[in-house]
């Protein structure tokens, strides 16, 4: 397949006012898009739109800039081929990306919103995404898929909009967060809120609560990965090698985990991860729905639902739930579980368990009757 079949765009999205789920209003709304693969149909139905999770970001497919969060599977000859594909992503609202969100100027006032932006949920996140791509004039796409958090906006886009996608792919996902969920997000909003940097989330443009969020992102590493990968990788080693025990003696776990906190300091901004941990924590399917039974009644795609066994923030139970609950809807819908050692992360790693099961469902969706395949 000659690489000029694909096109790679980044482009801002004005949506104008938006009206929220909590009865406020944010005007001049932007939404930061990219796009990768071939050309869209005029019907949709090689558009795969992909939700991405709490850290993420637009850029879900690499270029020759920058390589793309989700290059194991998508791309030439990939899961979801861009050969064949045409794949957008778009950066949620609260975000830090690119679409509007509290690092981004408040037009009423000329300053950053800061702690001015107002609370976003799920539902008003798909709703943005809804109208920006249909500024692009995009009304139907074959598949929507994302992970954590991108698999809430899975659900809620087959809820919101039933015929919007044919096919649904909520990885590692629930109807809504646990207790614990709950507790583990909390615990990095602390670190956050009482880092003296966050000056009442009015930091800008100085660099913030960097300390906080660099905890908040050493708590939450230890719930994206397990016990027995972090076994695997440090076991009980020191950085230094030494066996000697010294006051400032470094596990090379500790050192791993200040290590991807200093990472994501310089990627993310800290009052973003706070609206979005929230919008994640007040998450609930059923919510003024009845129910998530009800709910999940709306939905009109095939579903497939992907959980991990070893995920400790998003038990595979839930996605067991969902599941059985689409099955006794009626729905059309398979479970697929895998095994990994990286836990709930493993949506980002484990390509080989996910991708082909991924792959044949764009392409047959769960009947076999078999899409046609768009191979020029
Ligand atoms: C491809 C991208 O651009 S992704 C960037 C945007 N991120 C997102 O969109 C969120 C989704 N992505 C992620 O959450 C992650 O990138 C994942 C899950 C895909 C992979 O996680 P990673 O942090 O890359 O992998 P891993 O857990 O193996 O950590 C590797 C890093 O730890 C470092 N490290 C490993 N052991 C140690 C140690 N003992 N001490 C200090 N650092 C260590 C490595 O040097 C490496 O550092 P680097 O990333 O600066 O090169
Ligand atoms: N590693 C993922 C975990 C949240 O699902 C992220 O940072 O977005």
Known sequence: MPISTRIFEKKKVSVGSVRLENGETLSQVEVAVEAAGREPEADGSNIVLVCHALTGDAHAVGDQEQPGWWDGLIGPGKSIDTNLYHVLTLNVLGGCGGTTGPAST??????PYGTDFPVVSIRDMVSVQKRCLEKLGIRRVEMVIGGSMGGM????????????????????????????????????????????GYQ?????????????????????????????LFEKRFSRNLQSGRSVIQPDSLFQVESYLRHQGKKLVQRFDANSYLYLLKAMDTHDLGRNRGGVETALAAIE???????????????????RELYTLLKNLGKKCELLEISSEYGHDAFLVEYEKTGPRIRQFLDQGLNGAGIERRIS
């Open 106 to 111: 408040n037009p009423a006032t000329g300053q």
């Open 301 to 319: 795609a095939e579903v497939l639902v992907v959980g991990i066994r070893e995920d400790q923030l998003f038990p595979v139970q839930q996605q």
């Open 153 to 196: 906006l899975v659900l809620e886009w087959g809820i919101l909009y039933p015929t919007f996608a044919r096919k649904l792919v909520p990885i590692a996902t629930a109807a809504a967060l646990t207790p614990t969920a709950i507790a583990f997000n909390d615990i990095g909003r602390q670190a956050i809120l009482t880092d003296p």
């Open 200 to 228: 009442q989330g009015s930091y800008y443009p100085g660099s913030g609560p960097v300390q906080g969020l660099a905890v908040a992102r050493m708590m939450a590493m230890v719930t994206y990965r397990t016990p027995q």
